[in-house]
T-cell receptor, first 113, second 113 residues
Framework: GAGVSQTPSNKVTEKGKYVELRCDPI?????LYWYRQSLGQGPEFLIY????????DSGLPNDRFFAVRPEGSVSTLKIQRTERGDSAVYLC???????????FGQGTRLTVV | GQQVMQIPQYQHVQEGEDFTTYCNSS?????IQWYKQRPGGHPVFLIQ?????EVKKQKRLTFQFGEAKKNSSLHITATQTTDVGTYFC?????????????FGAGTQVVVTP
């Protein structure tokens, strides 16, 4: 596609449920990043992939968060046992190679009630 | 860990005026990127600076990277209403993986016609 696509755009879930957020990067981009952004804050780094492997997952807040990119393209961010504090906009970005211009998707707004 | 701070948090500008926003890191940065996020939108890449003391211009925007690679600035001349948005700086620390962009909290710019 023309840009980074994220689905769903909005997700409301109950506390304790499991959610999956999907990111479709720009074709040919080897690096893929996940961030989350709370109101009035800058994006907070979660994880980045180089190809299929997670090159740096030091930003994942705890073991309820997990992300995969099995074929080096689409990525899924998985959150288990969601908590109200997980509510935020989850942003995905991709770049041709690491640490070059990153193209962000529109984000998934996650609300845990 | 590395912290990236931006000042001011808010910038109210009269249309036609100039202003500068500053970015300071607690550690040396490998390089720095600047992004702009319009209200309700996603971050959009503006520029990347790599070399110590580097200065780059984009029309009315001038970006500088400090000699010590720990700070950066964005100067906008003759502000227009299209400059409204939040400006973020981001960079990997010198010991971070190059994919780990740490964002500041941003400078929110409001332009009065």
């Amino acid at each position: 596609g023309a840009g980074v696509s994220q689905t769903p755009s909005n997700k409301v879930t109950e506390k304790g449920k499991y959610v999956e957020l999907r990111c479709d990067p720009i074709s040919g981009h080897t690096a893929l990043y996940w961030y989350r952004q709370s109101l009035g804050q800058g994006p907070e780094f979660l994880i980045y992939f180089q190809g299929t492997g997670a090159a740096d997952d030091s930003g994942l807040p705890n073991d309820r968060f997990f992300a995969v990119r099995p074929e080096g393209s689409v990525s899924t961010l998985k959150i288990q046992r969601t908590e109200r504090g997980d509510s935020a906009v989850y942003l995905c970005a991709s770049s041709l190679v690491r640490n070059t211009e990153a193209f962000f998707g529109q984000g998934t707004r996650l609300t845990v009630v | 860990g590395q912290q990236v701070m931006q000042i001011p948090q808010y910038q109210h500008v009269q249309e036609g005026e100039d202003f500068t926003t500053y970015c300071n890191s607690s550690t040396t940065l490998s390089n720095i990127q600047w992004y702009k996020q319009r209200p309700g939108g996603h971050p959009v890449f503006l520029i990347q600076l790599v070399k110590s003391g580097e200065v780059k211009k984009q029309k009315r925007l001038t970006f500088q990277f400090g000699e010590a690679k720990k700070n950066s600035s964005l100067h906008i001349t003759a502000t227009q209403t299209t400059d409204v948005g939040t400006y973020f700086c981001a960079g990997p620390g010198a010991t971070d993986s190059w994919g780990k962009l740490q964002f500041g909290a941003g400078t929110q710019v409001v332009v009065t016609p």
